[in-house]
């Protein structure tokens, strides 16, 4: 995805950087009762997701993470075994990192440094914060490493298959306000 940028009258590409997961396996060995989330759900680090029951009682298997569950492994259905080691589940971060690259040699903004947050990053239609995470000067271009959060509900259109369309992505410097 990249969209144009603009700030102080520079022209800005948005490179977003790929959405980072994390892999959900299980600890324990036990037969599938119940899937306690479904795909698509926010869920936080400590949250049930999927209940077995074993010799020794009910486990259950919890995040790892923050993040929006994308899918949970075939095996994962009611009466099924699950082994210690197999996978669960993967989690999409909420994060998103990207880095901000003038189309000019004329530096961004002189006052825009690391470890500060700034508006706005627009992904379709929704608008978020950025925090720049470092600065990195190449000859006399500089580019904007940042990272932002979601609300997990990014979305472009009624598209069945949104993995595949392109947002606008645009930042703009604005007033947090």
Excluded: H, W
């Amino acid at each position: 995805m990249l969209g144009s940028m603009e700030a102080s009258g520079s022209e800005m590409d948005v490179r977003l950087l790929e959405q980072n997961s994390t892999i959900i396996i299980a600890r324990e060995s036990g037969e599938v009762i119940q899937k306690l989330v479904n795909v698509n759900d926010l869920v936080k680090s400590g949250d049930k997701i999927v209940a077995l029951a074993n010799p020794t009682g009910t486990i259950d298997i919890r995040s790892n993470s923050d993040g929006k569950l994308s899918k949970f492994s075939d095996a994962i259905e009611k009466g099924a075994t699950v082994q210690q080691g197999d996978f669960v589940a993967e989690l999409l971060s909420r994060d998103i990192n990207g880095v901000l690259i003038p189309k000019s040699s004329s530096p961004f903004e002189s006052n825009v440094k690391a470890d500060e947050s700034y508006c706005c990053l627009y992904i379709g239609d929704q608008r978020l914060d950025v925090k720049i995470l470092n600065v990195v000067k190449s000859g006399n271009i500089e580019s904007y490493y940042f990272s932002t959060q979601t609300d997990g509900k990014i979305e472009s259109g009624n598209s069945e298959n949104r993995e595949n369309e392109e947002m606008e992505v645009k930042f703009k410097l604005e007033d947090k306000s």
